[in-house]
């Protein structure tokens, strides 16, 4: 059982900056996939990047290439989604999820077992 608990969320100007961590349990030392995904009202949940806990091979949505960076503590139970160039349309819920299967860089949400009850981002012009 993995369980993901997301913080770091706020409101901030556009252009500015803001880190969002997602404290896992031991469980998911187990997982070999871990994204953050987001959801903006009325729309879907996107993939927002991936990582691999083995490998550290990360993987990113056009939309945030180049602005965020996702990364893993060396104790793999601390994920980490660093925002930098903030723009009004990156405004949604993020949320922390993780699987048990070696995804490969793929940011289908179906396919994450656990998931966090999110961390609200709102990005003012």
């Known amino acids: 059982q993995v369980q993901l608990v997301e913080s770091g969320g706020g409101s901030v100007q556009a252009g500015g900056s803001l880190r969002l961590s997602c404290a896992a349990s031991k469980g998911a030392l187990y997982a070999n996939s871990m994204a953050w995904f987001r959801q903006a009202p009325g729309k879907e949940r996107e993939g927002v990047a991936t990582?691999?806990?083995?490998?550290?091979?990360?993987h990113y949505a056009n939309s945030v290439l180049g602005r965020f960076t996702i990364s893993l503590d060396n104790t793999k139970v601390t994920l980490y989604l660093q925002m930098n160039s903030l723009k009004p349309e990156d405004t949604a819920m993020y949320y922390c999820a993780a699987a048990t299967t070696w995804l490969g860089g793929v940011l289908e949400s179906g396919r994450y077992n656990y998931w966090g009850q999110g961390t609200q981002v709102t990005v003012s012009s």
């Open positions: 990582i691999t806990p083995a490998g550290g091979v990360t």
